[in-house]
């Protein structure tokens, strides 16, 4: 059997990337969960800090105080973290109804004016627009994230369009003035469990990912 010179070789020089992309993968992947608990972490403490210092305000918030929720997503070294934290108030009273049920319904969501979803983040791309200003001759050129066609605004494009317009990566509208109400985004913060009872149903790009 004819043997072959630096076989061996070949096959590690190939097998080495596969080896260090996984070493890669395990060590952020290890950054990730330590980062996510360090931010828990600070969201807890905090947290915490105003309960304790809740009965100042008791006469204001009455005798069923709210839960202290903290919620707030981040971007930090391109990855997507979210600081989470629920404490009761320490005011020394029993806690009656809703307020002392279940947390994850207490938890702080976030819709729009005239939306029909629930957001889980305050940064998902649908609330947080990144608007681009570009040549409207160029339009039938770009693709949104989605891998769709730009189309005009039925509010702001009427009577034609040139020159420079406005598009979003995650929108499929041309607009014409960046003021448009199709660009405008009015978030109110509200709890989960109030946002279902009114007829929101889960954000398709944040919902899905934290629910």
């Not at 992309?21 to 828990?40: G, H, P, R, V, Y």
């Not at 070294?77 to 029993?94: H, I, Q, S």
């Not at 649908?126 to 066609?149: A, C, D, M, P, Q």
Request: glycine share 10%.
């Amino acid at each position: 059997m004819k043997r072959l010179k630096g076989s061996l070789t070949i096959e590690a020089a190939a097998a080495l990337p596969l080896f260090i992309l996984a070493i890669s993968l395990l060590i952020f992947w290890t950054k990730f969960l330590q980062t996510q608990a360090e931010l828990n972490l600070e969201a807890t403490d905090k947290a915490r800090e105003m309960a304790k210092l809740a009965y100042l305000t008791e006469d204001d918030i009455g005798k069923n105080p709210q839960l202290i929720e903290i919620a707030k997503g981040e971007i930090l070294n391109g990855a997507y973290f979210e600081r989470l934290a629920v404490a009761r108030p320490f005011t020394g009273n029993l806690y009656y109804g809703k307020e002392g049920g279940n947390a994850e319904d207490n938890r702080i969501v976030f819709v729009t004016k005239n939306g029909e979803v629930y957001h889980t983040s305050n940064i998902c791309s649908h609330i947080n627009l990144s608007i681009r200003e570009v040549e409207f001759n160029s339009v039938t050129k770009l693709r949104n994230n989605g891998g769709g066609k730009y189309y005009p605004c039925e509010y702001c494009a009427r009577g034609g369009l040139n020159g420079m317009v406005f598009i979003t990566k995650e929108g499929n509208r041309i607009h014409k003035n960046k003021n448009c109400v199709g660009l405008k985004r009015t978030v109110v913060e509200i709890k989960k469990i109030d946002a279902i009872a009114n007829g929101y149903r889960p954000c398709e790009r944040c919902g899905r990912v934290h629910d």
